[in-house]
């Protein structure tokens, strides 16, 4: 899906500031890495899905389709012009934080891919990743409030993906910033009104994004007591533990409710593993995880492009061990 969307220019959803009318420009002109697969942090993840795919299946039939793909893409020049576009006046908050995390994730993709190409890939986006990584701390240096909603400005989100990526890369300072921000925002959480959720297009729960980022900053003896403490009785709130009703999956936000019950079941996951064997909790969450991926798993390949552009990135992350 992705080999075919990411050279889709239309339609575009552009979330775009004219700093003048010299900025009246198509999505292409505009972005000409990440302007395919309807929006920005789509394009993003829609490559992060490809690296991942040939990074657990080397042999894929499309590798050297994926190969031409990012050669014609992934070039200094052209990554070049991506960057000067966050640098222009007014742009601080464009895809923040959703699109800072999943580009901080391609870039680890990019170094942990086998790729023969992958470290000329790298290379190119090198500068949009410093500033992606420069503007993620300034935002942290100033957020005096976690944002909690369940789509692109959720807090949590972005940063459990960025905390991989420092991790992963050994850049102490980002990792110190957001462990520290996180337990700022979070480590006294509790009884989260879970039993509110979902909202009416949130592809991602606050609820259990959060959960997920703080398996990610606790320690495996204190992350349990935090999350009783936080979804006490987790087991018993159907809101969250039964998937979500999608009316009409062609409906560009209603649809998201499919990536919801795709990325609550990847939560899910990393929950079990940091919560002990005789957790009460344990069978029912094993249990929602397949309900949640059998309600959407179906609306991935094939469906309308309001899914289609994006929903395989979040099957594999519910589908990965």
Request: aromatic residues 12%.
């Given at each position: 899906?992705?080999?075919?969307?990411?050279?889709?220019?239309?339609?575009?959803?552009?979330?775009?500031?004219?700093?003048?009318?010299?900025?009246?420009?198509?999505?292409?002109?505009?972005?000409?890495?990440?302007?395919?697969?309807?929006?920005?942090?789509?394009?993003?993840?829609?490559?992060?899905?490809?690296?991942?795919?040939?990074?657990?299946?080397?042999?894929?039939?499309?590798?050297?389709?994926?190969?031409?793909?990012?050669?014609?893409?992934?070039?200094?020049?052209?990554?070049?012009?991506?960057?000067?576009?966050?640098?222009?006046?007014?742009?601080?908050?464009?895809?923040?934080?959703?699109?800072?995390?999943?580009?901080?994730?391609?870039?680890?993709?990019?170094?942990?891919?086998?790729?023969?190409?992958?470290?000329?890939?790298?290379?190119?986006?090198?500068?949009?990743?410093?500033?992606?990584?420069?503007?993620?701390?300034?935002?942290?240096?100033?957020?005096?409030?976690?944002?909690?909603?369940?789509?692109?400005?959720?807090?949590?989100?972005?940063?459990?993906?960025?905390?991989?990526?420092?991790?992963?890369?050994?850049?102490?300072?980002?990792?110190?910033?957001?462990?520290?921000?996180?337990?700022?925002?979070?480590?006294?959480?509790?009884?989260?009104?879970?039993?509110?959720?979902?909202?009416?297009?949130?592809?991602?729960?606050?609820?259990?994004?959060?959960?997920?980022?703080?398996?990610?900053?606790?320690?495996?003896?204190?992350?349990?007591?935090?999350?009783?403490?936080?979804?006490?009785?987790?087991?018993?709130?159907?809101?969250?533990?039964?998937?979500?009703?999608?009316?009409?999956?062609?409906?560009?936000?209603?649809?998201?409710?499919?990536?919801?019950?795709?990325?609550?079941?990847?939560?899910?996951?990393?929950?079990?593993?940091?919560?002990?064997?005789?957790?009460?909790?344990?069978?029912?969450?094993?249990?929602?995880?397949?309900?949640?991926?059998?309600?959407?798993?179906?609306?991935?390949?094939?469906?309308?492009?309001?899914g289609g552009h994006w929903l395989a990135s979040f099957a594999l992350l519910a589908l990965e061990n």
């Amino acid at each position: 899906m992705p080999l075919a969307y990411l050279r889709q220019e239309y339609p575009n959803h552009v979330m775009h500031l004219l700093n003048d009318e010299g900025d009246v420009l198509s999505p292409r002109a505009m972005h000409p890495v990440f302007y395919g697969c309807y929006d920005w942090h789509s394009a993003v993840h829609g490559y992060w899905l490809l690296l991942r795919c040939l990074h657990l299946y080397p042999s894929l039939p499309v590798a050297d389709e994926v190969t031409a793909l990012f050669d014609e893409h992934f070039t200094p020049e052209l990554m070049e012009r991506e960057t000067a576009y966050f640098r222009a006046p007014n742009r601080a908050p464009f895809e923040r934080p959703y699109g800072f995390g999943w580009l901080l994730a391609l870039d680890q993709e990019l170094l942990m891919s086998k790729h023969p190409r992958a470290a000329a890939w790298h290379a190119a986006m090198r500068p949009l990743t410093a500033e992606i990584r420069r503007r993620l701390l300034d935002y942290l240096s100033k957020l005096s409030y976690p944002i909690r909603v369940g789509a692109h400005f959720n807090t949590a989100f972005a940063l459990a993906q960025s905390l991989d990526y420092a991790r992963y890369v050994k850049d102490t300072e980002l990792e110190g910033v957001i462990v520290a921000s996180s337990l700022r925002f979070y480590g006294k959480d509790t009884d989260y009104p879970a039993h509110y959720e979902p909202g009416g297009d949130e592809f991602i729960s606050g609820a259990l994004t959060e959960a997920l980022l703080m398996t990610k900053v606790l320690s495996d003896d204190a992350f349990p007591a935090w999350f009783d403490a936080y979804l006490p009785r987790v087991a018993e709130v159907s809101q969250i533990m039964q998937p979500a009703h999608v009316s009409d999956p062609t409906d560009q936000k209603i649809s998201h409710l499919d990536g919801l019950n795709l990325s609550r079941a990847w939560c899910m996951k990393h929950v079990l593993r940091h919560l002990p064997q005789t957790h009460p909790a344990r069978a029912a969450l094993t249990d929602s995880i397949q309900r949640h991926i059998a309600a959407s798993i179906d609306q991935v390949v094939g469906s309308h492009y309001s899914g289609g552009h994006w929903l395989a990135s979040f099957a594999l992350l519910a589908l990965e061990n």
